[in-house]
């Protein structure tokens, strides 16, 4: 063999069986459609009538549920108007573009229950057995974000309070602090404005007919989106307790819980997006653009 011969055989590449030095490559992740169809019964929990809120308008009903942990106070308020009927035959008569839809008594012509004046309830104090499942990003507006049942909230050293995310259930106020009683709600329809955390009570969560809000004519009155005129205002037909409709009226539905292994899957499937439009994933959610599943459930058994 010659001496070049030699040298070609010393430098060329050694052919090795395909599957040889290989590694297997790691398993798809799941998409967030694969990670709900792999949920179990258990996985969802369903809204409790005493804790929600039925807001039917000529165009449909939509469907919140009243935080059990935060603002105890105010929500007890919520809840004694609603049983009371107060809202009926009120109006919607604000809808200010990208930012909310509120309700109430504008004009003072409806006396409302005597509600005694409460603290704020902007925030609550950490305590034992306050629940709150945390997302793993960082956010801009508070030490942690993440969930307590279903809803954005978020916390510091000592404190925890709801976000104002797109869905997200106020209580108007005047410039006191202690002045919001309940009777005047809003709900966000636009870009989350959370400079108002904090600074308002956050009570609750829309589940069901965003749509009917955020689709509402806006407002032009006074730079806030009030309506001018009577004709503008969007009846309230009824607001009441879930728990005060007869079972064959009510909209049953269940929300993914947080406290189940699946709902970490979830929040992952969010983080980063493997659907096959998506070139790269962001490795980051916000806590307001995750949308907690919601679905419709046939009644319970009589």
């Excluded at 967030?32 to 369903?46: C, F, G, Q, Y």
């Excluded at 919140?64 to 308020?77: C, G, Q």
């Excluded at 925890?160 to 005047?184: F, I, K, M, T």
Aim: net charge neutral.
């Amino acid at each position: 063999m010659s001496r070049a011969a030699a040298l070609l055989l010393a430098v060329a590449p050694i052919s090795l069986p395909a599957s040889a030095g290989q590694t297997t490559p790691p398993p798809k992740a799941p998409t967030t459609a694969e990670v709900l169809a792999a949920s179990k019964p258990e996985d969802w929990r369903r809204l409790d009538p005493a804790d929600t809120l039925y807001v039917d308008l000529a165009a449909g009903r939509v469907v919140i549920e009243l935080s059990r942990v935060h603002a105890p106070r105010h929500v007890a308020a919520i809840k004694s108007l609603a049983q009371a009927r107060y809202w009926d035959g009120l109006a919607i008569n604000r809808v200010q573009d990208n930012f909310v839809v509120q309700w109430g008594d504008p004009d003072n012509q409806k006396p409302a229950p005597k509600i005694a004046p409460m603290p704020p309830e902007f925030v609550a104090p950490l305590a034992k057995g306050l629940p709150f499942t945390a997302l793993p990003d960082a956010d801009g507006w508070a030490k942690q974000v993440g969930f307590t049942q279903g809803m954005a909230a978020a916390r510091s050293a000592n404190e925890q309070w709801l976000v104002h995310c797109y869905g997200a259930l106020g209580v108007g106020r005047d410039n006191a602090p202690e002045s919001g009683l309940g009777n005047e709600l809003y709900v966000v329809i636009g870009q989350s404005p959370r400079q108002l955390d904090g600074n308002v009570a956050v009570v609750g969560k829309v589940w069901r007919g965003m749509e009917l809000l955020a689709a509402l004519p806006r407002g032009t009155g006074g730079g806030l989106g009030l309506y001018e005129k009577m004709e503008q205002r969007v009846p309230i037909r009824s607001l009441r307790l879930a728990s005060d409709v007869p079972a064959t009226e009510r909209t049953n539905l269940e929300v993914l819980r947080e406290d189940r292994e699946i709902f970490a899957n979830f929040v992952e499937s969010r983080r980063n997006r493997r659907d096959e439009w998506y070139v790269r994933p962001a490795g980051h959610v916000d806590v307001c653009n995750l949308a907690i599943p919601v679905r419709d459930i046939q009644p319970p058994a009589k």
